[in-house]
């Protein structure tokens, strides 16, 4: 199984929520991302309770989907992710890179 991906509004954040594994094969994410900034969304986050698993190519994917939301001037961040993949996000040290969150409430700040 792959990743599934769906958006939602939160105020003037749009959210993409995740769920199932994202890997190499996925090339969804970045693509969504990329169209999302391109109809003018500024601030991205991508909810991540539901993803069971990420590969390390895709952490590239994230990079450089967070390098093209900073470049227009806009924010990606990353919200509670699963024990799995905040360890990735440790290990990797990206969680110096990305703003994560725990929960919506501290969307809107």
């Known amino acids: 199984m792959g990743v599934s991906l769906t958006s939602r509004r939160v105020g003037k954040v749009l959210v993409i929520d995740m769920a199932g594994r994202l890997t190499v094969l996925d090339q969804s994410l ?3 991302v990329l169209e999302s900034v391109k109809a003018g ?14 590969d390390s190519s895709e952490l590239g994917q994230l990079m ?34 990305f703003d994560v969150v725990d929960d919506e409430s501290r969307l809107g700040q």
């Open 30 to 32: 970045k693509d969504k």
């Open 64 to 97: 450089s989907a967070h390098a093209a939301v900073k470049e227009a001037g806009g924010t990606l961040r990353l919200m509670a992710p699963s024990p799995q993949v905040r360890q990735l996000l440790n290990i990797t040290r990206l969680e110096t890179v």
């Open 41 to 54: 969304d500024r601030h991205i986050v991508l909810n991540m309770k539901e993803l069971s698993y990420i």
